[in-house]
């Protein structure tokens, strides 16, 4: 892995447009109070154009064709992580309600321009408890891949982690953000995703589900993350 001085601090990749903010929200912003350059690349942002009918998430969540879901939840995705400090960066990918198959050259070749531009110092990836196809998808994507960052890592996934509370990353793992001004941030800029809470059911009884999150992810140290390549 290339040891040249980075452009970003931190680069996290996240699957949909609020996984990096849910699962890693304290760790961006705590990167950038730090006055470092920390940065989210989400994979399957949408197709903005798109006319599709929307999946039974979207529908769900008041959208009637891919193309307004995707315009609408990337101002979301702006909008949480500029609470945070960090740079939203999108690729135009279709999550699975909109695809039949996907093309891991042409994704990978998407996420490279990227990581070769933005040049990260670390960067993290999902990796427990990857119960979400896309995030496991993801996730084998980099598997044996050299790529020009520092270090390469995994990060614990929300509200996957929570709900699977019985279930520990394992060996390895490392508390990454849990300081309680970055908490709060994390907490804003997650209320930011305002078509998502009610579908991730965290906004129930005034947010109590997501305050129950918090709480359950800081009484375990904080954030987790596993560094799994680089010094």
């Given at each position: 892995?290339?040891m040249?001085?980075p452009r970003?601090s931190?680069?996290?990749v996240s699957p ?14 705590r990167?950038?109070?730090s006055g470092?350059r920390?940065a989210?690349l989400?994979?399957?942002a ?5 006319l599709?009918?929307c999946?039974?998430?979207?529908r ?8 307004e879901?995707a ?6 995705d702006?909008a949480?992580?500029g609470?945070l400090g960090a740079?939203?960066h999108?690729l135009?990918f279709?999550e699975?309600?909109?695809r039949?198959a ?10 490279l321009a990227?990581v070769?531009?933005?040049?990260p110092g670390d960067?993290?990836v ?12 993801v ?7 050299e790529?020009?960052?520092r270090?390469?890592?995994l990060y614990?996934?929300?509200p ?5 509370a019985?279930?520990?990353?394992g060996?390895g793992w490392?508390s ?5 001004r970055d908490?709060?941030?994390k907490?804003?800029a997650?209320l930011?995703?305002?078509s ?9 009884h005034r947010?109590s ?11 375990r ?5 596993a560094?799994v390549a680089?010094p």
């Amino acid at each position: 892995m290339r040891m040249a001085a980075p452009r970003v601090s931190l680069l996290v990749v996240s699957p949909h447009l609020d996984d990096a903010v849910l699962s890693l929200g304290a760790l961006l912003a705590r990167v950038a109070r730090s006055g470092k350059r920390a940065a989210v690349l989400t994979v399957f942002a949408g197709d903005t154009d798109s006319l599709k009918p929307c999946g039974g998430w979207d529908r769900r969540g008041g959208f009637a064709t891919e193309g307004e879901a995707a315009r609408a939840r990337r101002l979301e995705d702006r909008a949480a992580c500029g609470l945070l400090g960090a740079e939203p960066h999108w690729l135009s990918f279709s999550e699975a309600d909109y695809r039949e198959a996907l093309d891991g050259d042409a994704v990978r070749s998407a996420i490279l321009a990227v990581v070769t531009r933005l040049a990260p110092g670390d960067l993290l990836v999902p990796g427990f408890p990857l119960v979400n196809p896309d995030h496991a998808w993801v996730r084998a994507l980099f598997e044996g891949w050299e790529l020009p960052c520092r270090r390469l890592g995994l990060y614990a996934e929300q509200p996957y982690r929570f709900r699977s509370a019985g279930a520990r990353p394992g060996d390895g793992w490392i508390s990454a953000g849990r300081d309680p001004r970055d908490v709060w941030k994390k907490r804003r800029a997650i209320l930011a995703y305002r078509s998502q809470m009610k579908l991730l059911g965290l906004d129930r009884h005034r947010n109590s589900k997501l305050n129950r999150m918090l709480l359950h992810e800081r009484i375990r140290g904080g954030e987790a993350i596993a560094w799994v390549a680089g010094p």
